[in-house]
């Protein structure tokens, strides 16, 4: 059996995600917590090999969490299954070390098979979100070096917290300041960048 962690803040989801993976033969739920805050002692703790991850999470985004599980704990795999759909979480995802990559409308049997697949060192994403993907590597974008655009050195930390898919408050906390203050070093980045989205700016430096 796959010992199978859950991460999901929605209770009802959370319910849903125990039946699935309490009627399947391959794998069983240890654990399902509301959020990541403590992600690494619950992994100390039940020892899963797959931890399903929610993104929206209360505290530190899901995002967060998989970069901080995979830190510690590389070897466990990490399956997003969440309702975003837009490439900066995607790629934020992937970048933080997320094996695989659901919606939250996927099939059960969906979830189900995608464990497996994640669990035998395979990648699994929801059809669309393949789809993106492969979309942004045939794009085969020029990359260049952050430095290479003359940023500041705030405006290289923030490039980077925007590429860690940060949110917007969480990167204004990060860096003590206001929200207007990054609004204005992040439409400096962009035009610089020559940009016009968060997606545009990670794809610049995210290619080889």
């Known amino acids: 059996m796959i010992k199978t962690g859950v991460v999901e803040d929605d209770t009802r989801y959370q319910e849903l995600l125990r039946t699935i993976l309490s009627s399947s033969d391959k794998a069983t739920p240890v654990f399902i917590v509301g ?51 837009d490439e900066d979480k995607i790629f934020a995802a992937i970048k933080a070390g997320a094996d695989g990559y659901l919606l939250k409308k996927d099939s059960p049997q969906k979830v189900l098979d995608s464990i497996q697949d994640v669990y035998e060192g395979k990648s699994s994403m929801n059809g669309i979100i393949a789809r993106k993907v492969l979309e942004y590597f045939h794009k085969k974008p020029t ?11 705030r405006e290289h930390e923030i490039l980077e917290l925007l590429m860690d898919g940060l949110s ?33 700016a990670s794809a610049k430096f995210r290619a080889g």
């Open 35 to 85: 959020n990541c805050n403590e992600i690494i002692s619950e992994v100390r703790k039940y020892t899963p090999d797959v931890v399903i991850m929610d993104i929206n999470l209360p505290g530190k985004s899901g995002i967060e969490g998989v970069a901080e599980l995979k830190k510690s704990y590389p070897d466990v795999k990490v399956l997003m299954l969440t309702v975003f759909e």
């Open 143 to 153: 990359v260049k070096k952050p430095d290479e655009y003359h940023l500041t050195k």
């Open 168 to 200: 917007y408050k969480d990167i204004a906390d990060k860096c003590a300041i206001s929200i207007q203050t990054l609004n204005s070093h992040i439409k400096n980045i962009y035009n610089k960048l020559g940009v016009h989205s968060r997606s545009e």
